[in-house]
């Protein structure tokens, strides 16, 4: 029998809450059979913020201040969820004081009596799985100055929060829901008094996860870097658990974490962020580093792509390509149609990005961030390289790039990459090709973008869509978008584009006389803010009138930054935010 996605929704969301009400009558009272490490890292700045009232989850503000987490009113179902995941946690043990103490016992005490009886949105698998983890990282936090009865509680509800994710861990969705899920498990059976049984069986039940869902080379369907990024820092904190509690990790675990490893090295850019592509951000700072030093992991990538994605790097300088198809089928629910983009960083300043994801601005600008023209590279005719299903798969990539042509070496005075895809000959009969080669200093890039009809048919469609067009051309674009902190001019009467970065770094954008070159306004999306910010972008557009058409750009290093600043931050300090402002937290780890 074959149910509706609702109906299966709704059957999962009874039996979770029937799992969580046997749980609940269970009345272990037990205790950490050691004192518990922690591994999140936090926000100090959130940290402050949230013990003052002002609340920031999936990109909403609600400022209470003197008001209970609890007594707030979500404005959707992402930010109801990260307050039940407790993630936040992190933030007020990175703040340490008194203020965020007392913010994190009573909250946490105040879900256990109004929650703790298996009521609430909270008893989910992956939520379950997420809180145990901050709970048992943060426990001495939330134990500090406690009653034996708040004590005996907050015991008593972690045992049986254990039991249901026992139950129910298979329940969620395969993937990164099902790891935080497991993770959590492990967790609770490492260090609760009486759980010890649970955590052999959900060690080995998280490395037949990996088996399945994990590719030989350290990939996942989605290829969304951030999500590859939350999967290795839950395998390395369930196998730093395992191994601090004297047990050996499931060969299968610790061969995930040693492909992993690799792949996120080659997706990270010069300045410790990874590449946004796929609905994956830059990740949390300090995490990346943090993680790949915990798996002790030193092996670097061997083949040509990670993930499917193509790196060049060479001084200060990073390039990260996608250049591979984009996930189809249910892998695709939060891809991009971002083939052959690119983004550019020098040492700690990102210069050429893509968008990001708009997700947690609403549906509208997450189906924008999504779209060709919210990436670095060529667009036709305004028209996405892939498409959107309809009806129950509206939400995956129906069509796309199948045929994704790659190749890397070395050019005569530094790294070319090559590469083409068949995302446009459907529709206009047109093959992008782009080439991008960097000097071996690191300080010039040469590019060089065609659109290519190459066997009879496509040469017949590409016909057809020309006579359509009264012989006017097939117009394209090709977008450079900037980081929001790159201070952009015309230049030289036009002929370029003067690029400043704030460590006082400037580069030149200049291209050949085959395309018109604007300055246009662009935005820049973050997860951590709360609405996105205004950038610029280069475009460059042009017709294809020909079989084949070719631009040719570059950029070059003018100026350098000045040596004494080079690796230090100049970024404005945190503020507090006021209904229509934007968080800048920096980060800390706990």
């Known amino acids: 029998m074959k149910f509706s996605g609702s109906y299966r929704a709704k059957w999962t969301h009874l039996q979770n809450r029937a799992a969580a009400r046997r749980a609940v009558r269970a009345r272990p009272v037990t205790a950490f059979v050691s004192a518990p490490e922690p591994r999140t890292i936090g926000s100090f700045a959130r940290g402050r913020q949230l013990s003052a009232g002002n609340f920031m989850f999936a990109g909403h503000l609600v400022a209470q201040p003197d008001t209970s987490i609890w007594d707030l009113t979500p404005p959707d179902a992402a930010f109801e969820a990260q307050m039940h995941g407790f993630g936040w946690l992190d933030d007020l043990a990175a703040a340490g004081d008194a203020p965020a103490r007392i913010c994190a016992q009573n909250w946490t005490r105040q879900w256990i009596e109004r929650y703790g009886a298996g009521r609430g949105p909270g008893w989910t698998p992956g939520l379950t799985g997420r809180r145990l983890i901050r709970w048992i990282n943060h426990a001495l936090f939330l134990l500090a100055g406690q009653d034996k009865p708040a004590t005996d509680a907050f015991y008593r509800s972690l045992a049986q929060q254990t039991l249901f994710l026992s139950r129910r861990w298979h329940a969620t969705d395969p993937g990164l829901p099902r790891i935080e899920a497991l993770t959590g498990l492990v967790y609770a059976g490492l260090a609760l008094e009486g759980m010890q049984a649970h955590a052999p069986a959900a060690a080995l039940a998280l490395g037949r996860e990996c088996d399945a869902r994990i590719g030989a080379e350290g990939l996942l369907p989605t290829r969304n870097p951030e999500e590859l990024l939350d999967v290795f820092t839950l395998l390395t904190w369930a196998t730093a658990a ?66 499917g994605y193509a790196r060049l790097s060479a001084g200060r300088t990073s390039v990260i390509i996608d250049a591979a198809p984009p996930p189809m089928g249910a892998a695709s629910a939060g891809a991009h149609a971002s ?36 990436h670095s590279t060529l667009v036709v005719a305004g028209e996405s390289s ?14 796309g790039p199948r045929d994704v042509q790659v190749q890397l070496s070395q050019a005569s005075d530094g790294l070319r990459f090559e590469g083409g895809h068949d995302g446009y000959a459907p529709q206009f009969g047109l093959t ?24 009879d048919t496509d040469k017949r469609r590409f016909d057809q869509v020309i006579d359509a067009r009264a012989l006017q051309g097939i117009p394209f674009q090709i977008r450079f978008h900037l980081h929001p902190e790159v201070d952009a001019a015309l230049d030289m009467g036009g002929a370029a584009i003067s690029l400043a970065l704030r460590s006082g770094e400037i580069w030149v954008f200049r291209t050949d006389a085959r395309a018109k070159m604007v300055l246009e306004p662009s935005v820049y999306l973050e997860k951590t ?19 084949a058409t070719r631009i040719r750009w570059s950029l070059a290093k003018a100026q350098d930054t000045p040596t004494g600043i080079r690796d230090l931050a100049q970024d404005a300090p945190y503020h507090t935010p006021g209904p229509d402002q934007d968080a800048q937290p920096r980060r800390k780890p706990t």
């Open 339 to 374: 083939t052959l983009a690119f983004e550019l960083t020098s040492g700690r300043r990102p210069l050429i990005v893509n968008c990001g994801s708009g997700a947690s601005f609403g549906a509208e600008w997450r189906r924008a961030g999504r779209a060709t023209p919210s």
């Open 529 to 547: 803010r709360l609405k996105p910010r205004p950038s610029k972008q280069i475009v460059l557009s042009g017709a294809a009138l020909e079989y």
């Open 242 to 307: 395992l191994t601090d509690a004297g047990q050996t990790p499931p060969p299968s675990l610790s061969a995930a974490t040693a492909r992993i490893a690799p792949t996120l090295r080659s997706l990270r850019h010069s300045d410790g962020g990874l590449a946004r592509f796929h609905g994956g951000g830059r990740g949390l700072e300090g995490r990346l580093d943090t993680a790949l030093a915990t798996s002790g992991v030193k092996a670097r990538h061997k083949g040509d792509l990670a993930m």
């Open 432 to 455: 992008h090709a782009r080439t991008i080669e960097m000097t071996f200093d690191g300080r010039g890039i040469a590019g060089e973008d065609m659109l290519l009809a190459l066997p």
């Open 386 to 399: 892939a498409r959107l299903g309809t009806g129950a798969q509206a939400d995956w990539l129906a069509s």
